[in-house]
C-alpha cells in the first residue's frame, strides 16, 4: 500500500491524463452555474432554456467548435453578459488557460469584477473550488486576477495599455467594445493591442460583444457583425407557422411592432405572412421554436444581431419599448436627440445618425448638374485667386485647386491624381509642372495658383520638407508672359477643439540633426475640425453668392463620395467625449483633405480679411490683361515641367511694404 502522498500524486495524475469529457458552454452552464441573488432577478439554477437563442452561441464558443470570434451586437436586457460569463467559467473548469476580460475602463472592470463575476465563482462549487478565497495576498484571487489550475483570468480596462498587453492570452473577452477609447495611451486601438496577445495560440478564442453606441461605419460591433456571418433570429408565427424577424413596425410597416393611438398597453405583434395579432404571451413558445439564419454563411466570424423585441417574458415588456419609444418621439419633436439614439442603440440594436451630421453624395451630384456653371479646369467668373492642397499618399500625390472671391464664395476648379512614388524626384517635377499650369478663366485669360499646402504627416514627411524648402520663401514662376510669386506651405493637420484654421507655425529641422538650422523650413499646423466644419456649412449651403461652393458639372463621383465621407461622430480620448470628424476605415477622403488644405492655403493669404477693393484689385488681374495668354492655359501634370528652376532666383528688391499694403504681383511675405 502506497503512502497517503503518493495516493495523492496518483488520483491528480489520473484526474490530469483522463480524457476531457466533450461539452458545450451551454451543457456546462446548465449542469453548474448558479445565479446569484444579488445579481439577478430570478436567482438558482441557469436555465438556457429561458434564453434559447443563446444557446447556439455558446455551442460555437465551445472547445470543441471551430469558430475563433463570436460577435454579439445585441440590445440590453437579452442575457450577453451572462453568456459571456458562462464562457468564462466553463473555461476555467472545463478547457482553462490565459484568458483576457475586457470592459470600457478599469473602474467599470473592477465593479464586474465585484458584482459580477465573483458571485458567480462563489454560488458555483466547481469554480469554487478551484479558485482560492481572497483571503490572502498569495492566495492568487484578487479583484483583477483569478488564478486556477492551468491558468488564471486577467480582468482589465480598455483605458489601459498596460492591462491590455499584460500577458498572452488564448481566450478573449471584450464586452461593451463600443465604449472603447479610440485610441490608449498613443499605443493603438485597444481591441487591437489585445486581439495581438493571442497570436501565438492555436486555439484561440475571442467574444466581441455590445450595443452600438456609434454612428453607422464608426461601430465596432456593427462593423464585426457587417463583416461576419450575420445571424438573425427567426421565429415561427404562432397562427400560420412562418418564421419572420421580429422587427419594429411603428407607421412605416404593415407589420412589426404596433399599438393603438399613444397607449403602450395595446402594444403586440403583426405577422408579416397572415397579418394576424400576435400577443405578448405568444413569446416562449416562439422563442423556443426560433432559428438562427445567416445572411453571409460562409464568412469566418459567427455574427448575431438581436433587438430587445426578443426579451424574455418577464423581462422587457413590448408595452415598455413602446413607452420608451413615444416619450423618445416626444423629445426629438422637441429638437432633442439624445433619447432617441438610446432608444434607437439599446432598444433596436441598431446605429443611430445624427441628423445633418454628414453631407450626402446625390446632393452634390444635384449641385453640379444643376449649376453647371463651369467645367473641370475652367474658373468661375467670381473667382479672383486659386490655391492648392497636396496630399501625400505611397503611391500617388493628389492635388485639389479651388477658386476663391469676394463672401467667401468658393470653386472646385481641378482635382488632379499624379501617380509616382514620392521617393523620386520626377513625381515632384511632374508636382512643379502642374502648378506652374495655369486655367482658363471664364472672364477671358488665365489664373495661376498663388499658394499651395503640401500635407507633412504621411510617410515623406522630410521629403515634403527639402521640397518646401527648396521652395521658400516663394517660388516665383514665368509663364505665358507673366510671372508671379507661388507660396508654398509646409502644413500638417491637427483636431485640438477650436483651434483656428491656421495655427501657429514653428522652424523644423530638414537636416534631421535634432535641432533648428538655419534657412530650415517653417511647419504649419492646420486645424482640421474647424477646416472641416467650415466645408460642410458652405456644402449645404444652397443659394449661388457669398458662401456658396460650385461644383463643375463634369466632377467625378468618386470626389462627391469622398468629400461626403467624413461624419462628426464623439471621440472617446484620455480627457473625456468630445466631437470630431472622422472618416470611417477603409474609405478614401483624399479630395475632402486636399480641400482643407487648400482653405490652410486661402488662409495664409489672407483671403478671409479680404475687402470688396482688395478683391477688385485681385479681379483687375484676370481681364484684360491676361486676355491674350490662352495658349498658356491647361498645363497637365504628365506634359514637360515649366520652365521655373528648381530653386528661385535672387529677386530684386522691393521698395518697403507699408501697412495693409497689397502687391499685384504676388503675396505680402508677412504671414
Known sequence: MGSPERDLVAQLLREYLRPRESMSVDQWADRFRVLAGETSAEPGPWRTDRTPYLRQIMADLSADAPYEEVALQFATQLGKSEAGLNWLGYNIDHDPGPMLLILPTVDIAKRFSKQRLSPMIREAPVLRAKIREARSRDSGNTT?????????????GANSAAGLASMPSRVLYADEVDDYPDDVDGQGEPLGLATARQDTFSRRKRLLSSSPKRPPGFSTIENR????????????????????????????????????????????????????????????????????????????????????????????????????????????????????????????????????????????????????????????????????????????????VYGWGPGEEVALVDHQVIPGDPAQPDLWEKLDAYLAGRFRHLRGGTLGIEAVALDTGGHFTHTVYQYVRDRSPGRRIESGGVTWVQRVFAIKGMDRPGMPVKGKGSPVDVNWRGKVVQRGVMLWMVGTNSAKDWWYARLRHETPGPGFVHVPADVATEWCEQMTVESRVQARTARGVRMVWACPPGKRNEAWDCAVYALFAAHALGLERYTASMWERLAERIAPRQADLLAAAEVGPDDPPAAAPSKPPAQPPRAPARRNDFYIAGWSDRL
Open 144 to 156: 483583477m486576477v483569478k488564478e486556477f489550475p492551468g491558468g488564471l483570468l486577467v480582468v482589465t
Open 225 to 400: 457583425f457587417n463583416a461576419g456571418t450575420r445571424y438573425r433570429y427567426h421565429v415561427p408565427c404562432p397562427h400560420c407557422g412562418e418564421r419572420q424577424i421580429l422587427e419594429w413596425g411603428g407607421k412605416d410597416k404593415a407589420h412589426g411592432l404596433k399599438w393603438i393611438g399613444n397607449d403602450p398597453s395595446t402594444a403586440h405583434y403583426v405577422c408579416r405572412h397572415c397579418g394576424a395579432q400576435i400577443d405578448e404571451h405568444h413569446k416562449p413558445a416562439m422563442l423556443a421554436g426560433g432559428e438562427w439564419i445567416a445572411d453571409n454563411p460562409g464568412a469566418t466570424v459567427r455574427s448575431y444581431h438581436l433587438s430587445s423585441l426578443y426579451s424574455p417574458l418577464g423581462w422587457l415588456s413590448w408595452a415598455t419599448i413602446v413607452r420608451e419609444f413615444l416619450e423618445a418621439a416626444s423629445a426629438l419633436t422637441a429638437g432633442k436627440t439624445a433619447p432617441m439614439k438610446t432608444w434607437v442603440n439599446t432598444r433596436l440594436a441598431q446605429t443611430w445618425a445624427e441628423p445633418g451630421a454628414r453631407l450626402q453624395v446625390h446632393a452634390l451630384r444635384e449641385r453640379a448638374q444643376r449649376s453647371g456653371a463651369h467645367r473641370l479646369r475652367e474658373v468661375p467668373e467670381m473667382v479672383c485667386a486659386l490655391t492648392a492642397g497636396v496630399d501625400v499618399q505611397d503611391n500617388r500625390l493628389e492635388v485639389g
